[in-house]
Structures are given as structure tokens and as C-alpha cells.
T-cell receptor, first 113, second 120 residues
Framework: NAGVTQTPKFRVLKTGQSMTLLCAQDMNHEYMYWYRQDPGMGLRLIHY???????AKGEVPDGYNVSRLKKQNFLLGLESAAPSQTSVYFC????????????FGNGTRLTVT | AQTVTQSQPEMSVQEAETVTLSCTYDTSENNYYLFWYKQPPSRQMILVIRQEAYKQQNATENRFSVNFQKAAKSFSLKISDSQLGDTAMYFC?????????????????FGKGTRLSVIA
């Protein structure tokens, strides 16, 4: 039982490069989320999805795009990376909304130079 | 919009002692959930405890308990018999009961965290 798996665990990008972070969950959860964690800022929601084929913006969506083509996968894309996107990114999933807890992946540390 | 405030950036406690972490929140919702998550140095996010707003009884999980004051919008975490393994960042979080696909809506709002150090 893998839970929530994030790929890759670490990545270094140069400014302007693009990349995709993959989140996969094997719990048949409807809801999936992408957060970023910065020192002193807690976790801030980037985008989320309430089911296959749906996405919505969170608190800090600028510079990111997402897709949920399959229920088990939630992809986060950076089209043109900027140093301000240096952060730790967490994916999470839940069966429903507030009545079910979030299950988190182990995070991806991204550095943009 | 919901906000969550943790007023203690850092705290320390002696092993075996009790410590209370503070959390206040602001919302106009009546149905919601509150959580405490723990993040040890491994970076993993671990659910510590969960409280439904409609329940008056405070949630407990072994050494962890909360003091939920709905009118005051306060949700503190008490850790009893502190252990070295409790050393971590602790995040308070708020989630609305009903999630709708609404850009800008923030399903789960986190506070900025309290770094707890348990000292031997």
C-alpha cells in the first residue's frame, strides 16, 4: 500500500526551464491537492481537484498548471521556472472533503537557480 | 476567506512535561473541521488529531488532546508526557465542510506552524 507517491523527490532547475511533478495515489481518493511549503509560511494551496477531469485554483496558482486526466494522478507543471518557485511541494489526497483526513506524499524539494 | 493563526513560532518543553500549542482561526462557516498536523525533520506530514466543529466534546488521541472553543474560534493542542519523538513542526489547519469546485476557494488552510523542541 503505497499511499501518495511524489516523483521526483529532488530537482534543480535553471530559470526558464520547465518540469512536471507527478503525484500518484492508490487509495481511490476523489480529491487531490498541491501545496507548497516555504519557511515561515506554512503550507499554501496551489491547485486542487475534486475528481477526474476537474481542477481549480487555490491560493497561489500563478506560474503553475495542473491536470487530472486519471483519477489516481495529479500533475503539477511549471512552464517557465523562476527562483521564487524554489520550495518544497507536497501533494495530498482525500476521499472526500473535510470529513476525511488528507494523506500527504513525502514532498519534492525544488530549487530554481 | 478563512485564516488560521499560530501565535507561537517556537516552543520548547522538557521531556515528560505537558505543553500546549495555540491556534485561533477566523471563519463565517458553521460546519467545518480542524486539524493538527505534525511534521518531523523527515518532512512527512502526519495527522495528529481532528475535530468536527459540530461536536462539543474535545478530541483526544492518546497523549494528544485539544481544547476546542467554538465561540472563541480557538483550537489548542495539548501534548502530555512529552517525548523526544514529539520534536517537530506542528501545523493547525481548517477545512470547510463542503468543498465546491470554485477557483480561489481554499479547501484546507494552514497556519504558519509552531516549532516544538522536546528537551531531554
Amino acid at each position: 500500500n503505497a499511499g501518495v507517491t511524489q516523483t521526483p523527490k529532488f530537482r534543480v532547475l535553471k530559470t526558464g526551464q520547465s518540469m512536471t511533478l507527478l503525484c500518484a495515489q492508490d487509495m481511490n481518493h476523489e480529491y487531490m491537492y498541491w501545496y507548497r511549503q516555504d519557511p515561515g509560511m506554512g503550507l499554501r494551496l496551489i491547485h486542487y481537484s475534486v475528481g477526474e477531469g476537474t481542477t481549480a485554483k487555490g491560493e497561489v496558482p500563478d506560474g503553475y498548471n495542473v491536470s487530472r486526466l486519471k483519477k489516481q494522478n495529479f500533475l503539477l507543471g511549471l512552464e517557465s521556472a523562476a527562483p521564487s518557485q524554489t520550495s518544497v511541494y507536497f501533494c495530498a489526497s482525500s476521499y472526500r472533503g473535510g470529513e476525511s483526513p488528507l494523506h500527504f506524499g513525502n514532498g519534492t524539494r525544488l530549487t530554481v537557480t | 476567506a478563512q485564516t488560521v493563526t499560530q501565535s507561537q513560532p517556537e516552543m520548547s518543553v522538557q521531556e515528560a512535561e505537558t505543553v500546549t500549542l495555540s491556534c485561533t482561526y477566523d471563519t463565517s462557516e458553521n460546519n467545518y473541521y480542524l486539524f493538527w498536523y505534525k511534521q518531523p525533520p523527515s518532512r512527512q506530514m502526519i495527522l495528529v488529531i481532528r475535530q468536527e466543529a459540530y461536536k462539543q466534546q474535545n478530541a483526544t488521541e492518546n497523549r494528544f488532546s485539544v481544547n476546542f472553543q467554538k465561540a472563541a474560534k480557538s483550537f489548542s493542542l495539548k501534548i502530555s508526557d512529552s517525548q523526544l519523538g514529539d520534536t517537530a513542526m506542528y501545523f493547525c489547519a481548517f477545512m470547510k465542510h463542503d468543498l465546491v469546485l470554485d477557483s480561489g476557494n481554499t479547501p484546507l488552510v494552514f497556519g504558519k506552524g509552531t516549532r516544538l523542541s522536546v528537551i531531554a
